[in-house]
């Protein structure tokens, strides 16, 4: 089955304990995104890629880090967490970029700062 | 940058009725897209857009190049679609997409 996964699905931490949320997609897609999605503020793109070993920054990537040395995989991380960066995070994933190609969304990961 | 407006925020209706969700945005663009999101959380992609019309079930969504606008109808609704229906742009300068903040959409039984 063609699927985004993320893990965890929900985590609760403290400020400035590092933490990792994993992506992963088996289509074999190029592009892959992190986005944030906040109430009153909808979806904002954190970072993408292109390709392996090619990323870029978003409209929102401060305090967020992301890497892709394999094509199927695309973690996203936050060296030192802060409450501002509580929110519910999409991963996703499409054949190529500029949006316009079908994209497909991971599960999401609900996550809080205290 | 694109900015995408969407109308109505919310919407109650009831079980049956003809809904129509709209989507504007502001710059020339090559694909819109309307993504369902479900109270669970889940984001699916219903339709991607750069011309004309596509149907999709009871899912009718059509788009106005030179209007820069774009409608999802929702057919003979039912409670099961309840959602947040959120519209989204190809995002010209940057690589990505440029999202509405969405229609919250509740049907009644």
């Known amino acids: 089955e063609a699927q985004v996964t993320q893990n965890p699905r929900y985590l609760i931490t403290v400020t400035g304990k590092k933490l990792t949320v994993t992506c992963s997609q088996n289509?074999?897609?190029?592009?892959m995104s992190w986005y944030r999605q906040d109430p009153g503020l909808g979806l904002r793109q954190i970072y993408y890629?292109?390709?392996?070993?090619?990323?870029d920054k978003g409209d929102v990537p401060e305090g967020y880090k992301v890497s892709r040395k394999e094509k199927r995989n695309f973690p996203l991380i936050l060296e030192s967490p802060s409450p501002n960066q509580t929110s519910l995070y999409f991963c996703a994933s499409s054949w190529g970029g500029r949006g316009v190609y079908e994209q497909y969304f991971g599960p999401g990961t609900r996550l809080t700062v205290t | 940058k694109n900015e995408v407006e969407q109308s109505p925020q919310n919407l109650t209706a009831q079980e049956g009725e003809f809904i129509t969700i709209n989507c504007s945005y502001s710059?020339?663009?090559?694909?819109l897209h309307w993504l369902q999101q479900h109270p669970g959380g889940g984001i699916v992609s219903l339709f991607m857009?750069?011309?004309g019309k596509k149907k999709h079930g009871r899912l009718i969504a059509t788009i106005n190049i030179q209007e820069k606008h774009s409608s999802l109808h929702i057919t003979a609704s039912h409670p099961r679609d309840s959602a947040v229906y959120i519209c989204a742009v190809e995002g010209g300068g940057a690589d990505g997409l440029t999202f509405g903040k969405g229609t919250h959409l509740i049907i009644q039984p």
């Open positions: 710059v020339g663009i090559s694909a």
């Open positions: 857009l750069s011309s």
């Open positions: 289509m074999n897609h190029e592009y």
């Open positions: 890629s292109m390709n392996v070993e090619v990323t």
